[in-house]
T-cell receptor
Framework: KAGVTQTPRYLIKTRGQQVTLSCSPI?????VSWYQQTPGQGLQFLFE???????NKGNFPGRFSGRQFSNSRSEMNVSTLELGDSALYLC?????????????FGPGTRLTVT | SQQGEEDPQALSIQEGENATMNCSYK?????LQWYRQNSGRGLVHLIL?????REKHSGRLRVTLDTSKKSSSLLITASRAADTASYFC??????????????FGKGTKLSVKP
């Protein structure tokens, strides 16, 4: 089975622009989560989606949004980019929601905001 | 918010030696997991230990959990250069009931010299 794929892998944007990142989960997985990783704050939870519904959202401003499609693919959008949004954005998928379901992570999208 | 805090932040050892990393967390947990990350790439799930377990083994990995002290340790025996990576502990976040919103510690950066 193919793993979690994220596109693009690298991205350079300018302050004030917006960006959309994509995540394709493992086939059959219906839950997708997003995380932001920075040197200063470490790994932080952004959102969790299951069956096209956002289940949970982390403590991030409204500039960060996401969605999940009927094929379980997910996108996250960051509007009005700030320098501090430079980070590695990781997507993870699992079969379903629940403490028993292991998360499988993608390779990440490295976003640089200049 | 950081739930797990790893110690030490960095560890440098020779091939063949054992590496021990510790993690402390703040709230009660259902389970605790350890992940590995190679040089800013995706996370790889290593092992999960449930709150009613005290010790778990997987290959060269040994994890212990002390819920009374809210701490866990990861031991890698007979380390290899390929074990060079950052190691994170993670617990289920405040939203509960799902692995999809993990709270990660800041990680231990392990360097294994050949």
């Amino acid at each position: 089975k193919a793993g979690v794929t994220q596109t693009p892998r690298y991205l350079i944007k300018t302050r004030g622009q917006q960006v959309t990142l994509s995540c394709s989960p493992i086939s059959g997985h219906r839950s997708v989560s997003w995380y932001q990783q920075t040197p200063g704050q470490g790994l932080q939870f952004l959102f969790e989606y299951f069956s096209e519904t956002q289940r949970n959202k982390g403590n991030f401003p409204g500039r960060f949004s996401g969605r999940q499609f009927s094929n379980s693919r997910s996108e996250m959008n960051v509007s009005t980019l700030e320098l501090g949004d430079s980070a590695l954005y990781l997507c993870a998928s699992s079969l379903a929601v629940g403490v028993a379901y292991e998360q499988y992570f993608g390779p990440g999208t490295r976003l640089t905001v200049t | 918010s950081q739930q797990g805090e790893e110690d030490p932040q960095a560890l440098s050892i020779q091939e063949g030696e054992n590496a021990t990393m510790n993690c402390s967390y703040k709230t009660s947990i259902n389970n605790l997991q350890w992940y590995r990350q190679n040089s800013g790439r995706g996370l790889v799930h290593l092992i999960l230990i449930r709150s009613n377990e005290r010790e778990k083994h997987s290959g060269r990995l040994r994890v212990t959990l002390d819920t009374s002290k809210k701490s866990s340790s990861l031991l890698i025996t007979a380390s290899r250069a390929a074990d060079t990576a950052s190691y994170f502990c993670a617990t289920v976040g405040d939203y509960g009931g799902s692995q999809g919103n993990l709270i990660f510690g800041k990680g231990t950066k392990l360097s294994v010299k050949p």
